[in-house]
């Protein structure tokens, strides 16, 4: 198991932040004797870093972990690192981004370049009724419905959950909720139909095989993704 610092952002590391939290109090507090002496800043700013030059089993990690004049300085030394980490999370996601955007616009000139296979063949058409999904019912939400939708060219109309804005929506297909394994996607302005609000979007999902996924709505304007059980049969 990895030793973590606290303040992760992962949820399964709660536990683990919840014990570093525990033990940091009580060396702040003075409750625990550190063996040998204070090692020196460069040190602590390497473990600050999480430097993978450090060995764990190193005898100034011990001492670090169980004084509180090392503990006080790596609690200094934190903010900084992690605005610096924050920072390479970000050119990440831009980096992210940037690749997804390539990727569309590969799509897109593939598309213009060979003329209409989609068109040539039939959607089938097939309606995904949202209306009460997510809506509550006695305080309890209702249970998601789950969608169903065959390996094939589809045509969807989604009617969207009540209360939905009008607009543009981005409808995606997906292997699970963070957006990874992306198999089809397509975006659609909603259409007013009565009280309810439609989607009518073309979806290849002749390449996925049967299974579990997500099938997702992204309103454009404020970027609100829902997520919903889809079965692909
Ligand atoms: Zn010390």
Redesign the pocket.
């Known amino acids: 198991m990895t030793p973590r610092w606290p303040g992760s952002s992962h949820p399964e590391d709660d536990f683990e932040a919840w014990i570093a939290q525990r033990h940091q109090e009580r060396v702040l507090d003075g409750s625990t004797t ?1 063996a040998g002496p ?1 090692p020196d800043e460069a040190f602590l700013q390497e473990l600050a870093r999480h430097s993978k030059q450090i060995s764990l089993t190193d005898a100034r990690v011990g ?2 972990a169980n ?1 509180p ?2 503990m006080r300085r790596l609690l200094e030394l934190r903010p900084a690192y992690q605005a610096h980490r924050r920072r390479l999370v970000l050119t990440a996601a831009a980096a992210c981004c940037c690749l997804i955007v390539a990727a569309f616009v590969v799509l897109a000139h593939r598309g213009a370049d060979t003329p209409h296979p989609v068109a040539d063949l039939a959607l089938i058409p097939e309606t995904v009724d949202l209306w009460n999904a997510g809506t509550l019912r006695n305080d309890q939400p209702s249970p998601l419905q789950s969608v169903t939708l065959p390996a094939a060219l589809v045509k969807v109309t989604i009617i969207l959950p009540r209360y939905s804005e009008p607009g543009r929506y981005a409808v995606a297909v997906m292997r699970d909720q963070t957006g990874n394994d992306l198999l089809a996607q397509s975006s659609a302005t909603a259409t007013g139909n009565g009280d309810r609000e439609e989607i009518s979007v073309d979806l290849d999902l002749r390449k996925s095989k049967p299974g579990a996924y997500f099938l997702s709505t992204t309103h454009e304007q404020d970027q609100a993704s829902y997520y919903y059980p889809l079965q692909i049969k």
Do not use: L, S, T, V
Request: proline share 14%.
């Open positions: 550190p204070c001492h670090a004084c004049i090392c």
